[in-house]
């Protein structure tokens, strides 16, 4: 059963709207999140993460958003840009500091 | 140059045979991991190391082994590969930092194909 879920597969947005891509998560014990950004043919790279005692954090156009007792945190990227078209994955460090990863969302952004 | 490197970045090989995949680093770190890469389940662990002495199985070790030859290196072995061994393979490393995150620096991949 999958800890960390990320419900939608796909999201294409319009070039200087905002995208917001979504995870849910189970184990209350998660105390970081994460999202990380993946093109093609490349390994994924780190984004923005929050501690699960805060409830927003924010860098530069990148924001997430945690609401614990819904157990769902969502990223919000403001503009968005064509350059922002990836893989985006959500993960959660639990106990040995070890992440789960959700299956990932693939944003489009067009022109 | 990359601080994760992984070789080979792709290889196509034959049920049966033995594979190593393998994973350096420049960034210093103690922390390796391996993951593998498969459509609709995004990441899984499959296994870890905390130091040199250190080995942990992950969500996912069966069929695979590794071994820690030094701090910037972590091979990942599948003995006798099978085709749903097919995937994208990841290696990654982070800073022991418990009070942080645990931001995971990852390498560019390999794919392998088990036919």
């Known amino acids: 059963d999958q800890q960390v879920k990320q419900n939608s597969p796909s999201l294409s947005v319009q070039e200087g709207r905002i995208s917001i891509l979504n995870c849910d998560y189970t184990n209350s014990m998660f105390d970081y999140f994460l999202w990380y950004k993946k093109y093609p043919a490349e390994g994924p790279t780190f984004l923005i993460s929050?501690?699960?005692?805060?409830d927003k954090n924010e860098d530069g156009r990148f924001t997430v958003f945690l609401n614990k007792s819904a157990k769902h945190l969502s990223l919000h990227i403001v503009p968005s840009q064509p350059g922002d078209s990836a893989v985006y994955f959500c993960a959660a460090r639990e106990y040995g500091n070890k992440l789960v990863f959700g299956a990932g969302t693939i944003l489009r952004v067009k022109s | 140059d990359a601080d994760v490197t992984q070789t080979p970045r792709n290889r196509i090989t034959k049920t049966g045979k033995r594979i190593m995949l393998e994973c350096s680093q420049t960034k210093g770190h103690d922390r390796m991991y391996w993951y593998r890469q498969d459509p609709g389940l995004g990441l899984r662990l499959i296994y870890y190391?905390?130091?040199?002495?250190?080995?942990n199985k992950g969500e996912i070790s069966d069929g695979y082994s590794v071994s820690r030859q030094a701090q910037a290196k972590f091979s990942l072995s599948l003995e006798s590969a099978i085709p749903n061994q097919t995937a994208l393979y990841f290696c990654?490393?982070?800073?022991?930092?418990?009070?942080?995150?645990?931001?995971?620096?990852f390498g560019p991949g390999t794919r392998l194909t088990v036919l």
């Open positions: 190391s905390f130091d040199v002495k250190d080995i």
């Open positions: 990654a490393t982070s800073d022991p930092d418990p009070s942080g995150d645990n931001e995971q620096f």
């Open positions: 929050i501690s699960s005692i805060k």
